[in-house]
T-cell receptor, first 112, second 112 residues
C-alpha cells in the first residue's frame, strides 16, 4: 500500500518565491528521501534525512523530519523556473530489501 | 558516462507479445531495483536484487521475470503483455539497501 501522502498535489508560484511541500507517512522508517522528476525523465535524488535527524540543508533545499508526527517537509527557497518538476518523498528501510515507498508527488510550477 | 542506463527508452508492442528491458549500472552498487510508474505518476517497487540475488518480489505477476547475470545488470522480461502493463518502468541502483537510489531514464512501455 502507498506509504506517503504529499500535500499539496500541485503548487504554482512565481520565480523568487519559496515553495513548501509536505509529506506524511504511516510506519516507522529508517530514512526519508526527496526526489525530483522532470517531465519525461528519471528521478533525481535530492536529499536524504535519517530518522534520528530533524533538519537538513543542501543548497536552496531545507528538509525537516518529525518522526512523532510521521511527517516531513521540503522547502525550496528563491525558486527558479528550472525548479519546475514533480517532487516525491520516499520512505527508506534498511532491512526490507532497500525498497523505497513513494508518495504520489507534488507538481511544482515556477513561473518566470 | 550514464550511471544507470536502460534500453529501450520507448517500447510499443501488441498484446500477447514478450519483451525485455535491459538495465546496467556502472556505479559499483550492490543493490538494483525495478519500479513501475503508472499514468498518475505513482511509483511502486516491483523487484529488489542484492548482489544478483532476489530480495523483494512485490506481488508482481509471474509474467514479469527479472534476471541479474551479474551485479551490474538487472534485466526485466515480460511475457504475454497485457494492456494494463502500459507504464513507465524505471531501473535504479543504490550502494546498499535503503540508501539513496540512482534511477535510469525510464522505459515507456505501450501495449496496444
Amino acid at each position: 500500500s502507498q506509504q506517503g501522502e504529499e500535500d499539496p498535489q500541485a503548487l504554482s508560484i512565481q520565480e523568487g518565491e519559496n515553495a513548501t511541500m509536505n509529506c506524511s507517512y504511516k510506519t516507522s522508517i529508517n530514512n526519508l528521501q526527496w526526489y525530483r522528476q522532470n517531465s519525461g525523465r528519471g528521478l533525481v535524488h535530492l536529499i536524504l534525512i535519517r530518522s534520528n535527524e530533524r533538519e537538513k540543508h543542501s543548497g536552496r533545499l531545507r528538509v525537516t523530519l518529525d518522526t512523532s508526527k510521521k511527517s516531513s517537509s521540503l522547502l525550496i527557497t528563491a525558486s527558479r523556473a528550472a525548479d519546475t518538476a514533480s517532487y516525491f518523498c520516499a520512505t527508506g528501510f534498511y532491512n526490507q530489501g532497500g525498497k523505497l515507498i513513494f508518495g504520489q508527488g507534488t507538481e511544482l510550477s515556477v513561473k518566470p | 558516462d550514464t550511471a544507470v542506463s536502460q534500453t529501450p527508452k520507448y517500447l510499443v508492442t501488441q498484446m500477447g507479445n514478450d519483451k525485455s528491458i535491459k538495465c546496467e549500472q556502472n556505479l559499483g552498487h550492490d543493490t538494483m531495483y525495478w519500479y513501475k510508474q503508472d499514468s498518475k505518476k505513482f511509483l511502486k517497487i516491483m523487484f529488489s536484487y542484492n548482489n544478483k540475488e532476489l530480495i523483494i518480489n512485490e506481488t508482481v505477476p509471474n509474467r514479469f521475470s527479472p534476471k541479474s547475470p551479474d551485479k551490474a545488470h538487472l534485466n526485466l522480461h515480460i511475457n504475454s503483455l497485457e494492456l494494463g502493463d502500459s507504464a513507465v518502468y524505471f531501473c535504479a541502483s543504490s550502494y546498499t539497501e535503503g540508501a539513496e537510489a540512482f534511477f535510469g531514464q525510464g522505459t515507456r512501455l505501450t501495449v496496444v
